[in-house]
């Protein structure tokens, strides 16, 4: 079992930059990849980032690549993702999750979540 746990969502103006963190507890953090999806109202989950078990690759979806940066620390068993230049459609709960995979940009391949946490920008 993994029990993760995101904090750092918050209301922030278009433009405007968040720091999302998701602590791990549980199975050893550096053997699993990271991602970070999230679900707007209405609409399916989606991939956000993934992050390599060793923190040297990472992959983004299209529509934040450039301004998201995905990072982690497995000392801390925490991975990070830096929201630059937020948008009002990058209001979402945003997730994280472990996987045995990487890259993986679906859903189903990941087994743990967390969560989520809120992010809404505001236009």
């Known amino acids: 079992q993994v029990q993760l746990v995101e904090s750092g969502g918050g209301l922030v103006q278009a433009g405007g930059s968040l720091r999302l963190s998701c602590a791990a507890s549980?199975?050893?953090?550096?053997?699993?990849?990271m991602g970070w999806f999230r679900q707007a109202p209405g609409k399916e989950r989606e991939f956000v980032a993934a992050i390599f078990r060793s923190g040297g690759s990472t992959v983004y979806a299209d529509s934040v690549k450039g301004r998201f940066t995905i990072s982690r620390d497995n000392a801390k068993n925490t991975v990070y993702v830096q929201m630059n230049s937020l948008k009002p459609e990058d209001t979402a709960v945003y997730y994280c999750a472990t996987s045995q995979y990487y890259p993986a940009y679906n859903e189903r391949s990941y087994d743990y979540w967390g969560q989520g946490t809120q992010v809404t920008v505001s236009s």
């Open positions: 549980g199975r050893t953090f550096s053997n699993y990849a």
